[in-house]
């Protein structure tokens, strides 16, 4: 039997680390892509004695040349990947609304936006060579242009111009990944996890990470039937 690969980045932390371990309860190998190397081999080692078939990566979504490494790594040793969750992530917005800094901007959708596109080209002859293969983009509903135009949706209130905008930019990238991709057998789909307590919010969101991840691990494993091209969270479609 050939051996299930996933790669999760940002997975020392979070809800990238129980993506990751929920994926190698499944029997997935599992990369713990880590911007640091020893974060990421202490998730690992952590994940290991859980049972769970982990493998530390250094990976870095804003370095090419990390990038090309970890791949040309998964390349070597598995020949394949069946999955691919581009969860790292930042919120580094200094103020609300358009005082935040440029600076900020321009970190924040390297992070969130050029490093899965990054990750992505690198990752798809893999991806292909699975046959089967599923992307996830860890998306999040503050990326909703329909929900931040909404004074009702509770969302617009949060005026996050490079976070916000690099989960736009994530969600349009899923959209022609999935129309490009399709043919491949690849499916491509975006995800809010919900407000989940963890590093980014100074553990303020009412939701555990395994709630968080629930969704993730729904789209990573979707079936030959499942969809592609979507944007969802536990109640389901979330509009653009
Ligand atoms: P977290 O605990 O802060 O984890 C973020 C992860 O991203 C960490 O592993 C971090 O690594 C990594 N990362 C940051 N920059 C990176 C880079 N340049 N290269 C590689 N890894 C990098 O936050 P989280 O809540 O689990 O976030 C995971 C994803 O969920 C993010 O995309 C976030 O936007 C999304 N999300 C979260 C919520 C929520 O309520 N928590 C809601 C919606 C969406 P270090 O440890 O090295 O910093």
Redesign the pocket.
């Known amino acids: 039997m050939v051996d299930k690969v996933a790669l999760v ?8 680390k129980e993506v990751a371990r929920q994926l190698g309860k499944k029997g997935f190998k599992v990369l713990i ?4 190397t020893s ?1 990421g081999e202490a998730a690992a080692d952590e994940l290991r004695k859980d049972g769970i078939d982990a493998k530390a990566v250094q ?4 370095s090419q040349a990390s990038i090309d490494k970890a791949i040309d790594f998964i390349e070597k040793n598995h020949g394949h990947l069946d999955v691919l969750v581009n ?5 580094s917005d200094t103020a609300a609304g358009i005082d935040t800094s440029v600076d900020s901007v321009e970190t924040t959708l390297q ?2 936006f050029v ?1 899965p596109l990054r990750l992505l080209q690198k990752s798809v002859p893999l991806l292909e060579k699975s046959g089967a293969g599923r992307v996830v983009n ?3 509903s503050l990326g909703s242009h329909s929900k931040m135009a909404d004074p009702s949706s509770g969302f617009s209130g949060f005026q996050y111009v490079g976070y916000s905008t690099s ?1 736009s930019a994530l969600n349009m990238l899923t959209i022609i990944a999935a129309e490009n991709l399709a043919s491949k057998n690849i499916k491509v789909n975006a995800i ?5 307590a ?4 100074n553990n303020s ?1 009412p939701r555990s990470v395994e709630q ?1 991840a629930a969704i993730v691990i729904k789209m990573a494993t979707l079936p030959e039937d499942g969809p592609t091209g979507t944007y969802v969270n536990d109640d389901g479609t979330i509009p653009w």
Do not use: E, H, Q, W
Request: hydrophobic share 25%; aromatic share 2%; with cysteine.
């Open positions: 980045s940002g997975a020392n932390k979070g809800i990238g892509g880590s911007r640091d974060r990976l870095d979504v804003t969860n790292a992530g930042i919120l992070t969130n490093g860890v998306s999040s989960k809010c996890p919900g407000y989940v963890t590093d980014i919010n969101g968080g």
